[in-house]
């Protein structure tokens, strides 16, 4: 299991070298078997900053590039640039001489002064997939109008350094497959040693009172309840589905888990915070206003996200819709058809405990 610092961080305030925590963790039966270093964003956009281009000319030598003066806060560089999108007045990317650049694909590269066609350049106008931070190669990046000259895109760019402790548990300590885990076992052993009270600060919420609770004609039955001891569930109206702000993609990247959107990320944000996992379906492909947990005849086909298509254990237990339809296999996979989408407005969010005897 990989647990981050930063992450760690937020519910226990204490100061610890690798070396110290590492013996620390295994000492309370958390068997440490890495901590390494981690960048969101491979070297971390040093020595990029944000430039402000002045001028724009054609190259005398070469019609498909320009040469461009471009202001980087502490001077004026001439750079010739390839790409087709580039204009006066846009704020870019720049890679000042000097700076190594880690791209999406290929191998690293370092920015030298040049003489391209015969024409000095002094730093590169930066492509995303030049710096890591995407795919697209159409052209340079432009940057928001209020970017500050000079700036460090890093900053811009919310890049995060964090510390990843690889922890090997063992099927007893379920208690710790999450970072709050870790937190609860942290703050016992190091009040312990210290012989003094660290405090554990666990999440506060006032989403209660934001709640109103309204009548509705949507309605759960659980017919194997000893495979589904409890099944709980929220709707949550009016959602819009969209990328997850830099922090909690930052979060999910460190542990090694690709953010999808803002609902599907915050669903993977709480199952490794706190080791409950949650299940968002999308409210408008539930059919029949209800939910309905239970096993189906075997050779049942069901689709999954990933566009498989499982054939059903009749041990296999399912959620269904109020059709019997199969949306989900518990706690396993989640359906194609009853995912989040862009276009989904409303969600029904599980929280749910499954029987976890084979």
């Not at 969101?40 to 030598?61: R, T, Y």
């Not at 589904?228 to 990328?243: D, F, Q």
């Not at 460190?254 to 490794?272: C, E, F, M, P």
């Not at 199969?326 to 029904?348: D, Q, R």
Request: hydrophobic share 40%; charged share 25%.
């Amino acid at each position: 299991m990989k647990i981050s610092l930063n992450w760690l961080k937020q519910y226990i305030d204490f100061d610890l070298s690798n070396d110290e925590l590492n013996y620390l963790l295994t000492d309370i039966g958390l068997e440490v078997e890495s901590i390494e270093p981690f960048e969101s964003v491979k070297g971390g956009l040093k020595g990029l900053v944000v430039g402000h281009v002045l001028e724009k000319e054609k190259h005398a030598d070469a019609d498909k590039l320009s040469v461009c003066k471009v202001d980087v806060g502490t001077e004026i560089l001439q750079i010739v640039c390839g790409a087709p999108n580039v204009a006066a007045g846009q704020k870019v990317i720049v890679a000042l001489v000097g700076t190594q650049l880690f791209p999406t694909t290929g191998e690293p590269f370092e920015i030298k002064k040049a003489k391209i066609r015969g024409i000095e350049s002094s730093g590169m106008i930066c492509a995303e997939d030049e710096i890591g931070t995407g795919t697209s190669h159409d052209g340079i990046k432009i940057l928001d109008e209020k970017a500050v000259v000079g700036s460090s895109v890093a900053d811009l760019f919310g890049v995060e350094n964090d510390t990843i402790i690889e922890i090997g548990l063992t099927p007893n300590r379920t208690d710790a497959f999450s970072h709050i885990g870790v937190a609860r076992d942290l703050v016992a052993a190091l009040s312990f040693r210290n012989k003094t009270n660290f405090e554990l600060k666990l999440p506060v919420s006032n989403l209660e009172s934001e709640i109103s609770y309204l009548k509705s004609e949507f309605s759960v039955e659980v017919e194997n309840k000893i495979a589904a001891p409890k099944y709980l569930g929220l709707i949550i109206n009016n959602i819009k589905v969209e990328e997850s702000p830099k922090w909690l993609q930052n979060r999910l990247k460190a542990i090694g888990q690709k953010s999808i959107n803002n609902i599907v990320d915050i669903t993977n944000y709480v199952l490794h915070e706190f080791g409950q996992p949650l299940h968002a379906f999308d409210l408008s492909a539930i059919k029949g206003n209800k939910i309905i947990v239970k096993n189906l005849p075997a050779k049942t086909k069901f689709t999954a996200l990933d566009n498989s298509v499982i054939e059903l254990h009749e041990e296999d237990l399912m959620i269904c819709d109020g059709e019997g339809n199969p949306m989900c296999m518990a706690g396993v996979y989640g359906g194609l058809h009853s995912g989040v989408k862009n276009e989904t407005t409303a969600i029904f969010l599980e929280c749910a405990y499954f029987d976890p005897k084979p």
